[in-house]
C-alpha cells in the first residue's frame, strides 16, 4: 500500500537515485512510509545530501493517511529504477569520499577485510548494501544482502553480535557511507568497503552466519507413535495447521521442553526455514540428540500423506507466542485501533528515554548539522580545485 501516487525508492538507494526522480530544485518533496521511522530518516537523508527542496516527512505514514479518513493505493509497481552513468558514478565515489571524512565514517580495503574475516575472536559482517537486483547479478562471494534503509531499521535481523564489525560494500560507496553514517551514530563499529568492484573476488568467502545446514533424514510416514514432534515454524503458521500432537517451541526453550526426553528416541523436525531448522538441529545434537528427521511441506501435502492437521486459533497463547508482536500485526490492514495503538506507543518513545540517554541523543542531533557543514565546505574545495 502507498499513498496514491508516491513511486518506491527505498531509503537505501535515495543517495543513488533520488536525482534521477527530483530534477526541479523547487518542487517539495514528501517521504512516506508505512509509519514514521523511514519516513524521518530518508527525509534526513535527502537534506544531508544537499536536496535544496523543501523536503517533508509524511507525519505518521499510511497509517496516518488513513488515520484521517482517505484511501490508500494498493498493487502499484512504480519505482525508480534509474541507473546512474559513468560519470555520475564517478561523481558518487569522490562525494562518498567527502562525505565519509565529514560524518567520520572510515574506508577499509581489501587487505584490511580479509585480516578481519580471519579473526577468528570477533565477527565481521560483510552486507551489500546495493538493491536486490544488483545482488543477484554479482556480489561480494558469501557476502550478505541487505538494503541500505532496512539495515539501519532494523538492524538486529542481520546484526546478531554485540560488538561486531560492520563491513558495507556498494559499487560508488556513496550509499554504503550514508547507511554507515546512521549505523555510526547507534554505537556499532561500522566501515565502507573502499575497494571497486573488480576488487570484490579479492575478498575471503565471510564465514556462514549460520552453520551448515545439517543432512537431516526424512521422517518416515506415517510417524511413529513414540515420535517426538517439533515445530519449530511462526507461532502463527502453528496456531492456522500444525501435525496433531505437534509442540511448538522455540530454540531457546528446546533445553526445558526436552529436559527429561530420552536422548534417543526419534525427534521429527518441522521447519519451513532452513536456517532455523539447521540452528535448532545443531542445538540437539549439542545436547545429546542423535535421532534427528526432517518433516518438509506444507499442510496440504501433510494432509495429503495421510496424516493428522489440527488448527489451534489459542494455543500457543499470545503469551507465549513471544516470536509475534500482536498490537501491529493488522494496524496495516484497516484496524484503525491497531495504527493508533502503535503510534501512541512509537510517539511516546522519547518520554520513556531516562537523563543519559536525552543526553546522548542531543549529542547525535548536534553532530548532524556540524558534519554536513564541512561536507558542503569540502565539496566547494573540490569544485574550485577541479
Request: proline share 6%.
Amino acid at each position: 500500500m502507498n499513498i496514491p501516487g508516491s513511486i518506491c525508492l527505498p531509503n537505501g538507494d535515495l543517495a543513488y537515485r533520488a536525482s534521477a526522480i527530483i530534477p526541479d530544485p523547487e518542487i517539495p518533496v514528501v517521504v512516506h512510509c508505512a509509519g514514521r521511522t523511514r519516513s524521518i530518516i530518508g527525509a534526513q537523508i535527502l537534506r544531508d545530501l544537499g536536496f535544496p527542496n523543501p523536503v517533508f516527512a509524511l507525519e505518521n505514514g499510511t497509517q496516518g493517511w488513513t488515520l484521517a479518513g482517505l484511501d490508500l493505493e494498493r498493487g502499484s509497481d512504480r519505482a525508480v529504477e534509474a541507473v546512474p552513468d559513468e560519470e555520475c558514478r564517478a561523481t558518487m565515489r569522490a562525494r562518498a569520499r567527502t562525505l565519509g571524512e565529514a560524518w567520520q565514517v572510515p574506508f577499509v580495503d581489501v587487505a584490511t577485510v580479509n585480516a578481519w574475516l580471519s579473526d577468528g575472536l570477533r565477527t565481521t559482517y560483510v552486507f551489500d548494501v546495493r538493491s536486490d537486483t544488483e545482488f543477484r547479478s554479482h556480489h561480494i562471494e558469501g557476502a550478505t544482502h541487505a538494503p541500505g534503509g532496512q539495515l539501519i531499521q532494523s538492524t538486529d535481523h542481520w546484526v546478531a553480535v554485540r560488538r561486531a564489525r560492520i563491513v558495507l560494500a556498494d559499487d560508488t560507496g556513496l550509499r554504503a557511507v550514508v547507511v554507515a553514517r546512521y549505523l555510526k551514530m547507534m554505537g556499532l563499529d561500522c566501515h565502507v568497503l573502499a575497494a571497486a568492484e573488480d576488487a570484490w573476488g579479492d575478498i575471503v568467502s565471510p564465514r556462514p552466519l549460520c552453520p551448515a545446514m545439517p543432512d537431516l533424514p526424512r521422517a518416515p510416514v506415517p510417524l511413529p507413535r513414540d515420535a517426538i514432534v517439533l515445530d519449530v515454524r511462526p507461532s502463527i503458521a502453528y496456531r492456522s495447521a500444525h501435525i496433531s500432537g505437534a509442540q511448538w517451541v522455540l530454540r531457546h526453550q528446546l533445553g526445558e521442553r526436552l529436559n527429561h526426553v530420552d536422548k534417543t528416541a526419534l525427534v521429527v523436525l518441522c521447519a519451513d526455514d532452513s536456517d532455523v531448522l539447521g540452528l535448532v538441529a545443531s542445538d540437539l545434537r549439542a545436547n545429546g540428540f542423535c535421532n534427528l528427521t526432517e518433516l518438509s511441506g506444507t499442510a496440504a501435502s501433510w494432509r495429503e500423506a495421510g496424516l493428522e492437521v489440527v488448527s489451534t486459533p489459542e494455543q500457543p497463547s499470545d503469551a507465549q507466542a513471544l516470536d509475534f508482536v500482536f498490537f501491529t500485526h493488522d494496524r496495516h490492514s484497516g484496524n484503525l485501533e491497531a495504527a493508533r495503538r502503535y503510534l501512541s506507543w512509537e510517539t511516546g518513545l522519547v518520554s520513556r528515554l531516562d537523563a543519559a540517554e536525552h543526553l546522548e541523543l542531543s549529542r547525535c542531533l548536534s553532530r548532524r548539522t556540524k558534519p554536513f557543514a564541512i561536507a558542503q565546505q569540502n565539496e566547494k574545495r573540490l569544485s574550485n580545485v577541479g
